[in-house]
């Protein structure tokens, strides 16, 4: 069964730093796209980034450039995402996602989320 | 950046009813459009991709359509299970997501 776990959220202060991890099993982790898409509090949801199966490629929405790293270890099946200069507007339930094979960005598995909330 | 406008925005229907998502990308996409289905307090689940291809396992009451930029999820014979949050999604270009569609019973 696939499944991808994610962790790290918490209540970090406006210009603060987190770190969030997803752990991915049930599937050959390093042969997949992933990505992270958030949702804010009563909102719809937003695309924030992703990687190749390789990291030589990673992708970001623009409203998080120069501040969100993308990174993972296929060794650990783990992904990550550091955010920094964290916002108010960050705010919300951040969810890891693999994009389907041979599909392109078609998210066809999610973790359950991890909540982040910036406020001072 | 391409946008995407889905209406409405929330929709009373009954079991048993059938009703009718539409997405509208603010330029051609191609097929590169896919649905989700979100519970509350859950993961979007994917529902149909490539505009029309429905996922394995989710039920043949759901089916896609599309006319150029215009794009429609359908739900036929409504189930208590069907009330929930919709969300388009376009991936033509990186990917951005419809504002979604609340089902609700009416």
């Known amino acids: 069964e696939v499944q991808l776990v994610e962790s790290g959220g918490g209540l970090v202060q406006p210009g603060g730093s987190l770190r969030l991890s997803c752990a991915a099993s049930?599937?050959?982790?390093?042969?997949?796209?992933v990505s992270w898409v958030r949702q804010a509090p009563g909102k719809g949801l937003e695309w924030v980034a992703n990687i190749k199966e390789d990291e030589s490629v990673k992708y970001y929405v623009d409203s998080v450039k120069g501040r969100f790293t993308i990174s993972r270890d296929n060794a650990k099946n783990s992904l990550f995402l550091q955010m920094n200069s964290l916002r108010a507007e960050d705010t919300a339930v951040y969810y890891c996602?693999?994009?389907?094979?041979?599909?392109?960005?078609?998210?066809?598995?999610w973790g359950q989320g991890t909540l982040v909330t910036v406020s001072s | 950046d391409i946008q995407m406008t889905q209406s409405p925005s929330t929709l009373s229907a009954s079991v048993g009813d059938r009703v009718t998502i539409t997405c509208r990308a603010s330029?051609?996409?191609?097929?590169?459009l896919a649905w989700y289905q979100q519970e509350p307090g859950k993961a979007p689940k994917v529902l149909i991709y490539?505009?029309?291809s429905l996922e394995s396992g989710v039920p043949s009451r759901f089916s896609g359509g599309e006319s150029g930029t215009e794009f429609t999820l359908t739900i036929n014979s409504l189930q208590p299970d069907d009330f929930a949050t919709y969300y388009c999604q376009q991936y033509y270009s990186e990917a951005s997501f419809g504002g979604g569609t609340k089902v609700e019973i009416k």
């Open positions: 330029q051609s996409i191609s097929h590169n």
């Open positions: 490539k505009a029309t």
């Open positions: 049930g599937f050959t982790f390093r042969n997949y796209w």
């Open positions: 996602a693999r994009e389907a094979l041979g599909v392109g960005r078609v998210f066809d598995s």
